[in-house]
């Protein structure tokens, strides 16, 4: 609820509009559009964490941002097109650390022809 109060003007720069709707709870009336098709409730409650953690009072947006990216992230299970992957791929090679996630996980790895015959039996 504090964070919600401290940081409230800056969520709504980001896309979402909170408003108090009794004890303890808020309603949301609206969310950024990369959050679409995701649990709101949770995605909100990591925002919150993400907010939470930290001691620097300054990075705080950074968070906020980090975090924001992971929910709208691809997730196993979703549908992309043929154009959609090479947009996301061609977008991710633009970026600063293409190699990891906002937490350090790989996005991409290397397979040599010899593991991918040795994966096949064929060597």
């Not at 969520?11 to 303890?24: I, M, Q, T």
């Not at 950074?62 to 791929?89: K, N, Q």
Request: aromatic share 4%; hydrophobic share 35%.
């Amino acid at each position: 609820e504090e964070l919600l109060k401290g940081h409230g003007e800056a969520l709504s720069g980001y896309g979402f509009a909170l408003e108090p709707f009794g004890d303890r709870t808020n309603l949301v009336r609206t969310m950024p559009a990369i959050l679409r098709g995701r649990d709101v409730t949770q995605a909100i409650r990591e925002v919150l964490d993400s907010l939470a953690e930290g001691d620097a009072a300054s990075d705080w947006e950074e968070r906020l941002v980090v975090s924001l990216a992971c929910h709208g992230a691809v997730r196993a299970g979703d549908t992309l097109s043929p154009e959609e992957m090479r947009e996301l791929v061609r977008q991710l090679e633009q970026t600063a650390h293409p190699h990891t996630c906002p937490h350090g996980r790989p996005t991409m790895i290397l397979l040599t022809a010899g593991q991918l015959e040795r994966g096949f039996g064929r060597r």
